[in-house]
């Protein structure tokens, strides 16, 4: 069975500070990986998107930046925190594009 | 405008009443999805419906592309139920879901 994981489940960061976030997969080889973002009482936007190792596309500009160095493994950062960052960010696979399955999520608190 | 409606906002109900919440979008669809939001954040999948009609327990999500909605029926509502649920569909080949703002119900003892 496939787990996705996600770290840390919470941060507390101030502005102008750097992010790592942190997703992986196990279980399943050459996930199409996503990341998405909520702000609170907002709607969830898709930011990036990579189907390959090596490879992310941006969706949604917010001054975030993605990686996936490894199969199972998707990062989301950034070198200088905005209070807009602010919220919840999701990790979701899919192994086909259509149908996704989300991970538990990391609550973002930029002060 | 926005490619993704769900309504009504909120609905607030007894227990064992039942609910319907809408879903209806503006462009055409690759996939559909509905999702349980937990008070936490965390999304359950409760149904993949790019068409036709599924059934899983108490809910029944039923999608009709040619007249772009998707529906969710809840039978016998529980105060369990109570929660957050988000539609979302994908019009291109990339995986990009687009979300509805959600329907917040609301299931009283």
């Known amino acids: 069975a496939q787990t996705i994981h996600q770290w840390p489940v919470a941060e507390i960061k101030a502005v102008g500070s750097p992010l790592s976030l942190g997703c992986t997969i196990k279980g399943k080889s050459s996930p199409n990986l996503y990341w998405y973002w909520q702000a609170t009482g907002g709607t969830l936007q898709q930011l990036f998107y990579s189907i390959t190792v090596g490879q992310v596309e941006s969706v949604v500009q917010l001054n975030l930046s993605a990686s996936r160095p490894k199969d199972d493994q998707f990062i989301l950062s950034t070198e200088k925190l905005l209070l807009s960052h602010s919220g919840f960010y999701l990790c979701?696979?899919?192994?086909?594009?259509?149908?996704?399955?989300f991970g538990p999520g990391t609550r973002l608190t930029v002060l | 405008g926005q490619q993704v409606q769900q309504s009504p906002a909120s609905l607030v109900l007894q227990e064992g009443e039942n609910a319907e919440l809408q879903c209806n979008f503006s462009t055409s669809l690759n996939s559909m999805q509905w999702f349980y939001q937990r008070p936490g954040g965390s999304l359950v999948s409760l149904f993949y419906?790019?068409?036709g009609t599924k059934h899983s327990g108490r809910l029944t999500s039923t999608t009709v592309i040619k007249e772009r909605r998707s529906s969710l029926h809840i039978s016998s509502s529980q105060t369990t139920d109570s929660g957050t649920y988000l539609c979302?569909?994908?019009?291109?080949?990339?995986?990009?879901?687009?979300f509805g703002d959600g329907t917040v119900l609301t299931v009283k003892p």
């Open positions: 979701a696979w899919s192994p086909d594009s259509l149908r996704q399955f």
């Open positions: 979302a569909l994908d019009n291109t080949n990339t995986g990009k879901l687009t």
């Open positions: 419906n790019p068409s």
